[in-house]
């Protein structure tokens, strides 16, 4: 749905918002992690419901979409934005690509594993906070593989069957896929890829 998103997802998101409930102001004022929820009264714009657009719904033709005009599409509200992780706020963080992501997260373990796995698998142009319903289905199939890849050493044998995971990919986005699809092999795993 449109509230999903690779950090969710692959599970770094609950990461990010603990680095920003420990930010100095968010101590100060007493935030939880709930506060950097798009999902969540009280941090979220509320006049968008964090969305970040109003959409009206149209009878007959395809829903129209405004960026909200009180949050200008941060999805959060205003005393939200105030608090800062190295001078990024949690919409920053959102609308953050991946490969940008990987140097910003190197410190932080829990978070940089998983976004270099999104890196290595060719989606370093996605951003952190992208919709779900705006991937297409090998992004979203990418997504579903790097998830796997970032649990390794925690799963059972398990069989992957991927239908045509590189359709519409440039040859070097091939390899990286391949070369990710290797380590689950190595890992102990059976992949099966269709391709026709």
Do not use: W
Not at 71 to 90: N, P, Q, Y
Not at 136 to 154: C, F, M, N, P, V
């Amino acid at each position: 749905n449109s509230r999903s998103n690779p950090a969710i997802y692959i599970g770094f998101y609950d990461a990010i918002r603990d680095l920003f409930t420990r930010a100095p102001l968010s101590v100060e004022r007493g935030y939880k992690a709930g506060r950097f929820s798009f999902n969540v009264k009280g941090g979220r714009c509320e006049e968008c419901q964090g969305e970040g657009v109003i959409t009206t719904q149209l009878y007959f033709m395809p829903d129209v979409e405004v960026t909200c005009a009180a949050c200008k599409g941060a999805r959060f509200s205003a005393e939200t934005l105030d608090v800062t992780l190295r001078g990024k706020t949690i919409s920053d963080i959102l609308n953050m690509p991946v490969e940008e992501g990987v140097g910003f997260f190197a410190a932080e373990p829990a978070i940089s594993k998983r976004i270099e796995v999104l890196n290595d698998l060719g989606l370093g142009y996605l951003t952190l906070g992208q919709s779900a319903t705006t991937l297409s289905g090998g992004e979203a199939q990418r997504i579903k593989i790097a998830t796997e890849l970032s649990k390794l050493q925690r799963s059972k044998h398990t069989l992957y069957i991927l239908d045509e995971p590189t359709t519409g990919l440039h040859l070097a986005d091939v390899e990286r896929l391949l070369e990710c699809l290797n380590r689950l092999v190595d890992a102990g795993h059976t992949v099966i890829v269709i391709e026709h």
